[in-house]
């Protein structure tokens, strides 16, 4: 039982391109979200999805877009980088709404 | 005023004393509660959820919480080096229960 993956660990990028994190659990979980961690300023909900079909923004979605592929899987895309996205990307999935959340090991990204 | 507060410490206590970390909430509509323990570079993994006022007890950690004062502590027993790490608190948000509020965690150190 993996639990939740992310890929990819590290990623460098420059202003300006764009990229697609990849999420996916295996506990046929509902609901899966994504956050970001920046130094003194805690987790911070960039999307999240209910379930299967269904998205809605958190505290910080401006430069994020979102899709839930199926149930399984939630990818995080920047469309265009900017250097104040640099930061650690958590995805996080809970069987429903309120219940536990479990993190993945988190995407290291830095936005020159 | 954040929505979760906590004190950044460090908090340092020896090895085989009780660690105690605070929380508090503002938001006097949250209802599930959870402690989260984050290793430097490592992802958050959950020590304890908490819903109702009272202590809840799980092997050496206690979660205590009091909807009245508006806050969540955590208490570890015989603290050991391993319990190093930076502490987590989240509460639900009331009326959309997908979302969390996150503190930005306290530092404890436990000394051998």
């Known amino acids: 039982n993996a639990g939740v993956t992310q890929t990819p660990k590290f990623q460098v990028l420059k202003t300006g391109q764009s990229m697609t994190l990849q999420c996916a659990q295996d506990?046929?979980?509902?609901?899966m979200y994504w956050y970001r961690q920046d130094p003194g300023m805690g987790l911070r909900l960039i999307y999240y999805?209910?379930?299967?079909?269904?998205?809605d923004k958190g505290e910080v979605p401006n430069g994020y877009n979102v899709s839930r592929l199926n149930k399984r899987e939630f990818s995080l895309r920047l469309e265009s980088a900017a250097p104040s996205q640099t930061s650690v990307y958590f995805c996080a999935s809970s069987k429903s709404q309120g219940d536990t959340q479990y993190f993945g090991p988190g995407t290291r990204l830095t936005v020159l | 005023q954040k929505e979760v507060e906590q004190n950044s410490g460090p908090l340092s206590v020896p090895e085989g004393a009780i660690a105690s970390l605070n929380c508090t909430y503002s938001d006097r509509g949250s209802q599930s509660f959870f402690w989260y323990r984050q290793y430097s570079g490592k992802s958050p993994e959950l020590i304890m959820s908490i819903y109702s006022n009272g202590d809840k007890e799980d092997g050496r950690f206690t979660a205590q919480l009091n909807k009245a004062s508006q806050y969540v502590s955590l208490l570890i027993r015989d603290s050991q080096p391993s319990d190093s790490a930076t502490y987590l608190c989240?509460?639900?948000?009331?009326?959309?229960?997908?979302?969390?509020?996150f503190g930005s965690g306290t530092k404890l150190n436990v000394k051998p």
């Open positions: 989240a509460a639900s948000k009331p009326y959309n229960f997908n979302k969390f509020y």
């Open positions: 506990m046929n979980h509902n609901s």
């Open positions: 999805s209910a379930s299967e079909g269904t998205t």
